[in-house]
C-alpha cells in the first residue's frame, strides 16, 4: 500500500515535541507563534469534552492541545480554504482523525458548521490589530492572521456565545491594549472573565499579550492570575515556559 505524501511544495514539517505529533507549514503564508503554544497550554479542558478553535489557521492548538487532553474531542474552524486543506493534513499525518475534525467557513456564520450548545470549550488567537490600523503584510493569510479583516473580537465573542454549554468556557490571547475592547464584547454576549493573565517578556517589562478565561453565564468575579515570564535573559527561556514548549534547558 502506498504511504500518502502529506508535504506540498514549499512547505515544511515542524516537530511540536509532544508525543511525536508535527504539524505542516508555509514559510510564505502565516506560521504559528508562541501566543498560540501559550493558549494552548492556559485552556482547561476535561475527558470527554468538546473544544472548537475558531480560526484555526494551521490547526495547532487542536494539535498541541490534544498532545495534552487526548481523551477530548476538538473541531476546528478556518475561513481560508489552503489553510483549512493545510491542518486536515496536519491531523492525518498525525493519525488524528477521529479526534480531530477540521471544518473550513466562516464563523460570522457558525450555526451553519456547529449546533447552538454544543461544545464545553471555545479557544481562539483571534486578529489583534483593527482591520484600519497598522500596515498589512502582503500575504493575504498573514494580513486576515493579524488584522479584523474577516472577524472582529465581537464576532467572536457572538460565534463563541452561540456554541457554548451554558457555564462553558472560553479561552483567548490578545494584546494587553485591547483589554477594554475585549472585555467590552464579551460582557456584551454573557461571556464573564474569570481569569486573566498577563504575558511579559521579562520580569521588569510591560506585558506583551494577555490570556483570558470567560464564562459563558459567569458570575462577575475576575481572577488576575501571576505574569508569565518570557525569558529570564534574552534569548534564555524560563523554566515554565520550556515546560510549556516540551523543552529541557539543554535543548
Not at 514539517?13 to 507549514?25: S, T
Not at 458548521?113 to 490589530?129: H, I, K, L, R, T
Not at 534574552?234 to 523543552?247: A, F, H, Q, R
Amino acid at each position: 500500500m502506498k504511504q500518502e505524501n502529506y508535504q506540498k511544495d514549499g512547505e515544511r514539517i515542524d516537530d511540536l515535541n509532544r508525543k511525536g505529533y508535527r504539524i505542516l507549514q508555509d514559510p510564505g503564508a502565516f506560521c504559528f507563534g508562541i501566543d498560540a503554544v501559550l493558549l494552548a497550554d492556559f485552556a482547561k479542558v476535561a475527558p470527554g469534552e468538546k473544544v472548537l478553535d475558531l480560526g484555526t489557521g494551521s490547526g495547532i492548538l487542536p494539535l498541541l492541545m490534544h498532545a495534552r487532553h487526548p481523551e477530548a474531542r476538538y473541531f476546528g474552524l478556518e475561513i481560508q480554504p489552503e489553510m483549512a486543506e493545510r491542518a486536515e493534513r496536519s491531523v492525518r499525518m498525525n493519525g488524528l482523525e477521529q479526534d480531530i475534525t477540521i471544518t473550513c467557513g466562516d464563523l460570522r456564520q457558525i450555526g451553519n458548521f456547529y449546533a447552538g450548545q454544543s461544545m464545553d470549550a471555545v479557544v481562539c488567537n483571534p486578529p489583534y490589530m483593527p482591520a484600519e490600523s497598522g500596515l498589512k503584510n502582503e500575504a493575504a493569510s498573514r494580513t486576515i492572521a493579524r488584522h479584523e479583516v474577516t472577524c472582529t473580537i465581537e464576532d467572536v465573542a457572538v460565534a463563541a456565545s452561540r456554541v457554548l454549554k451554558s457555564r462553558g468556557r472560553l479561552y483567548i490571547v490578545h494584546r494587553p491594549a485591547r483589554l477594554v475592547a475585549v472585555f467590552s464584547a464579551l460582557t456584551r454576549h454573557h461571556l464573564e472573565p474569570k481569569t486573566l493573565r498577563f504575558v511579559q517578556p521579562f520580569t521588569d517589562a510591560a506585558p506583551t499579550m494577555m490570556l483570558i478565561e470567560a464564562v459563558l453565564q459567569g458570575g462577575p468575579e475576575l481572577k488576575t492570575a501571576p505574569p508569565l515570564i518570557i525569558y529570564t535573559s534574552p534569548g534564555t527561556y524560563t523554566e515554565e515556559v520550556l515546560s510549556i514548549y516540551g523543552m529541557d534547558r539543554q535543548q
